[in-house]
């Protein structure tokens, strides 16, 4: 009678393992495919800075 609550766990463990392989194939292929982890949280000024930033970095390189 001991042993019921391991036939609820193996499941749940598996079920639990898939999400966190899910979760990391998402990571590596958002990071190998943009060279860089996913922002999270990214709003409008967040993508107006990055595009400021990348405009500097442009401008920086042609003025060398």
């Known amino acids: ?3 019921i609550w391991l036939e609820a766990a193996l499941p ?3 079920i639990a393992g898939m999400l966190c ?3 990391n194939a998402q990571y590596f292929i958002h990071t190998a ?4 982890p ?3 949280g ?3 000024w967040d993508v107006a800075m990055e ?3 990348k405009k500097l970095l442009e401008n920086l390189s ?3």
Do not use: F, P
């Open 62 to 64: 042609s003025s060398d």
């Open 1 to 3: 009678m001991a042993w």
């Open 51 to 53: 595009r400021r930033d």
């Open 42 to 44: 990214n709003d409008m």
């Open 12 to 14: 749940l463990g598996i």
């Open 38 to 40: 996913k922002h999270i």
């Open 21 to 23: 392989v899910m979760g």
């Open 33 to 36: 495919y943009h060279g860089r």
